[in-house]
């Protein structure tokens, strides 16, 4: 299995244009989750999905971002317009669900720059 | 609120150097504690589960624990290839999916 696939590993953007960034979970896990990771603030979780549907979105710091997962194998996370205060790396993981459902498989991430 | 905190933040030992990490937590009430071990431009890969006190779970050389309060991950003669971040991490009850990460211990084990 390739495991969890994000891309892109690295974007550096302008400050005010449209980012999104993209997952393709563990084929047959049925949860998927974006998590965003600083040094100041370690792992944050963003959004978790469920059979698709968007379960818990508490974590979005607010309506410049939002999540799209149109099928099993897919999911993005969009950032518009992108602000200096965005740029951290955005990990995509996903899972089982059940009992295992807290063990994540995490993607190598997305390194983000927003000048 | 959910807290965890790591310490030491970073840890340098010798090859074979035997030592533990702490990770304490306050939590309303402690679904599953979780150890991941962080790689410089990786994603967090899953080491262990705890789900009670006084449970212990074992891979290699390395060693998790969990009481009421806090988890140790213990290192026994760990190798250079030991050298990571590792992140703790606590599922409350009620929480639906949401875990709550530490800011990890950098492990640095020198040749």
């Known amino acids: 299995d390739a495991g969890v696939i994000q891309s892109p590993r690295h974007e550096v953007t302008e400050m005010g244009q449209e980012v999104t960034l993209r997952c393709k979970p563990i084929?047959?896990?049925?949860?998927l989750f974006w998590y965003r990771q600083t040094m100041m603030r370690g792992l944050e979780l963003l959004i978790y999905f469920n059979n698709n549907v968007p379960i818990d979105d508490s974590g979005m710091p607010e309506d410049r971002f939002s999540a799209k997962m149109p099928n099993a194998s897919f999911s993005t996370l969009k950032i518009q317009p992108s602000e200096p205060r965005d740029s951290a790396v955005y990990f995509c993981a996903s899972s089982l669900g059940g009992r295992e459902g807290e063990k994540l498989f995490f993607g190598s991430g997305t390194q983000l720059s927003v000048l | 609120e959910d807290q965890v905190t790591q310490s030491p933040e970073a840890l340098r030992l010798q090859e074979g150097e035997s030592s533990s990490l702490n990770c304490s937590y306050t939590?309303?009430?402690?679904?599953?504690l979780f150890w991941y071990r962080q790689d410089p431009g990786k994603g967090p890969e899953f080491l262990f589960t705890?789900?009670?006190a006084g449970e212990e779970k074992e891979k290699e050389r390395l060693k998790a624990t969990l009481t009421k309060k806090e988890s140790f991950l213990h290192i026994t003669a760990p190798k250079p290839e030991d050298s990571a971040t590792y992140l703790c991490?606590?599922?409350?009850?009620?929480?639906?999916?949401?875990?709550?990460f530490g800011s990890g211990t950098q492990l640095t084990v020198l040749p």
């Open positions: 939590v309303s009430g402690l679904r599953g």
């Open positions: 705890l789900y009670s």
């Open positions: 991490a606590v599922q409350a009850t009620g929480s639906a999916r949401q875990l709550t």
């Open positions: 084929s047959g896990h049925n949860s």
